[in-house]
């Protein structure tokens, strides 16, 4: 079935950032039939309530944007946790969708569960070719399984299921508590506390040196709306912005957009995570999918958004 206006695609994950910023696109982009439910109704871990629910919408599409997600420091402390919910929610969903005849659905991995040194710019290729981050192995190993589970049913079921591979996300709606945030979202807060409370000071965990690409979550919702329409052969797909600088390097970046000068300070008992994780997108852009905001443009909303979130 083709992608159209009127199909009933079911979001999972629609509260978070990224299942909103897809909500958002899709309502805008005149889709009518747009199914969700909260987490409260139904858990996803939950394999009987699961495949319940999937059945009774009986969906044309499905995108899995929930997942246990979150930055170094959670993913390191709750090892157990990641790699549980993750394998519990993308395999009670993929498997669901395919009973419920499902054809098409697109599954979130991520740049960072690729090899830690891989050879730069990353291609869907070297997966699995290296070790792991130890500080994520957990979540990569969950990732590489619904990837792996997609790529298999699409070969004995004949069925059409893509995992996605986007870089470092930020955007609306994202996480700020520095406990568990990511990178990004973690140095707007601290910028932003810093200069709140006059401290002209800014600790950033680690060194620095770490590379990092950075994609607007919105590029992301695009892309699944752009590979849910189109006929692929491929299960595995990275999706990038092509827009990469070290942590200090971003740090510096905002510390200019808010107008001021902080002292960086580093923390470097922290781990500095995987060095490098450049994705090469040519794949993507052979299919005619490219990411369409810059840095710039993309922390100007991102920012708007957190200055409403903390005054609410
Ligand atoms: N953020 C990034 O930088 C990034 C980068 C690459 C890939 N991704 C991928 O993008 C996807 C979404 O990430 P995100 O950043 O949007 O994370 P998020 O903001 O934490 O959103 C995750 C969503 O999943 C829901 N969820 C989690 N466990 C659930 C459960 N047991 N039952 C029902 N719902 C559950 C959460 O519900 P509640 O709101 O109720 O908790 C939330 O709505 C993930 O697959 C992630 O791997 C993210």
Redesign the pocket.
Known sequence: MQLNKKSKIFI?????????SIVRHFKKRGYKNLFFI??KS????DQKKTYLSIKKIRPDFVI???????GISINNDQKGKFIY?NI??QTNLIHSSFLAGVKKLI??????IYPKHSKQPIKEEYLMTGKLEETNDS?AIA?IAGFKMCEAYNKQYKTNYICLM?????GP???YNLKTS?FFPALIAKTHQALRNKTKMIKIWGDGTPKRELMY?DD?ADACEFFLKKKTNHSLINIGSGEEKSILGYCKFIIKKLNTSLKITFDKKKPNGTPRKKLDTSLAQKYGWKSKYNLNKGFDLTYKDYIKKIKS
């Open positions: 999972a994950g629609h509260k978070g950032m990224v299942g909103s909260n987490r139904l858990d996803l871990i899995i944007a929930a997942a246990k997600v979150g919910e519990m929610i599954f979130l991995g991520s740049s960072c979540y990732k986007p870089p470092n996300l930020y709606n994202d996480n990511h979550v992301l």
